[in-house]
């Protein structure tokens, strides 16, 4: 059976650890402190008693009256001071009644075998100090167990605030702003452990950067050097003679040139150093003509036209990656529909891999067998690239009209391109988008 988790805050945490011992000191304290009075008002009250009895025992020598409540053989004399005065010793006593107020005996040994005694129940004065006492620790013993509480709330806050700015800082950074630093976020002029958590966390991102600003130089440097060989292979291929060969070698050359550019676009998105070139153009008429360029058999629906400031090469770019992808993984019939600023593409094939969904498009994975088998799985990764320099979203998902979809009824696959109501600046910044999620 699975553990039910409870999730608490280290703020609370720490607060109840403070009450908790608090309340263990302060339980402790008082148990000590109320036996401590009881024991010496119990022997301040054996001492006021014994001095009793021996001032009745010098009256007692003058006139062989008991005076002051004495007694002579007092049948009711306990037991344990009856053995006192076998030995001849004087002593007192004290004596738990079932009332709960205890009687004080003292008893002093007279000669041939007469004993003097008295008691007395424990002076209600006492009784009164003791409860008084006792509610007074009870008051502080609940006092300490808030004043505990307090403090660890206090404390605790002050650490979980900390942690939260670094918590919220990470998260920014693994959502790709490189820039933030979780150090300056947690702040406080107190250092303690969430400032080396911070700075470790800084230095995995700056060798985290370094290590991918490497391998994006490598690969730009790569396909950069590759341009040359393969435009001369290409030129090369045009000189060979008609044939089924020459037709092979030109195909492969071309797609390896596609491939070299492809590789060069990712590393220049990669970069942040693209730009926008803005442009006020008609949505729905612009999606129209460039799907039907590409593909007479696709359908374009347009249910609500919007003119939108974009670049329209970047938005071309993004359709074709996208209807490409739709032809080469997906199945017919490929739709294509624009309502206001967004843009819907979509195919009647096996759908999106798991992994996709999860993750986002990725160089080099084309996904499931299912979408596999041709291309470099570059193609979504530049549309998604592409869309973020025009400030755009691009989400992936599929289709859900068949609860149990079978290899006759496919659910599709369906990628949405959601343009921002302002175009991005001439710095390639652009605003936060809070678009509602399609589905």
């Not at 039910?4 to 805050?9: D, E, P």
């Not at 306990?78 to 004596?95: I, S």
């Not at 092979?248 to 071309?254: E, G, I, T, W």
């Not at 989400?395 to 343009?419: C, H, K, M, Y």
């Amino acid at each position: 059976m699975r553990r039910l988790a409870l999730r608490t805050g280290v703020r609370w945490k720490i607060s109840i650890a403070i009450a908790a011992v608090g309340a263990l000191v302060a339980v402790a304290l008082s148990l000590v402190v109320h036996n401590a009075a009881q024991v010496s008002m119990l022997d301040n009250a054996r001492e006021v008693q014994l001095e009793r009895l021996l001032f009745a025992q010098r009256m007692y020598d003058t006139t062989k009256e008991p005076k002051f409540g004495t007694k002579v053989n007092d049948p009711a004399l306990p037991h344990d001071l009856r053995e006192k005065m076998a030995q001849g010793r004087r002593a007192t006593y004290v004596q738990d009644v079932s009332e709960g107020v205890p009687d004080v005996w003292a008893a002093v040994p007279l000669g041939n075998g007469t004993v003097l005694s008295l008691h007395n129940k424990f002076a209600d004065r006492s009784t009164t100090i003791m409860k008084d006492l006792d509610r007074a620790l009870i008051i502080g013993s609940v006092s300490v167990v808030f004043g505990g509480c307090a403090l660890g709330v206090l404390i605790g806050g002050q650490l979980s605030r900390r942690l939260r700015r670094a918590a919220a800082a990470a998260g920014r950074v693994a959502q790709g702003n490189t820039e933030v630093r979780v150090g300056d976020a947690v702040g406080g002029v107190v250092r303690d452990e969430t400032d080396e958590l911070a700075r470790a966390v800084d230095a995995l991102t700056d060798a985290l950067n370094e290590r991918i600003e490497a391998e994006r130089r490598v690969t730009a440097d790569i396909a950069h050097e590759l341009r040359t060989p393969v435009t001369g292979l290409l030129t090369a291929a045009e000189l060979l003679p008609p044939g089924r060969p020459t037709e092979l070698v030109r195909d492969r050359a071309q797609a390896l040139r596609t491939l070299v550019e492809d590789v060069l676009e990712v590393a220049r998105l990669d970069s942040a150093s693209e730009r926008a070139e803005l442009q006020e153009i008609e949505l729905g008429e612009f999606v129209k003509r460039r799907v039907t360029a590409l593909d007479r058999t696709i359908t374009v629906h347009v249910s609500n036209d919007s003119w939108v400031n974009t670049d329209p090469r970047r938005l071309e770019r993004i359709l074709g990656n996208l209807l490409a992808n739709a032809a080469k993984h997906g199945g017919t019939p490929v739709e294509v529909t624009v309502e206001g600023r967004v843009v819907r593409v979509r195919d009647h094939g096996p759908g999106f891999p798991d992994a996709l969904l999860r993750e986002g498009p990725s160089r080099f994975r084309t996904g499931a067998s299912d979408r596999a088998g041709h291309g470099h799985g570059l193609g979504l990764t530049i549309a998604a690239g592409q869309a973020r320099v025009l400030g755009a979203r691009l989400t992936f998902r599929n289709a859900s009209q068949d609860p149990t979809p079978t290899p006759e009824t496919p659910p599709g696959a369906i990628a949405v391109l959601w343009l921002p109501e302002h175009a991005p600046t001439t710095t390639g910044s652009f605003p936060i988008l809070h678009l509602p999620d399609p589905r």
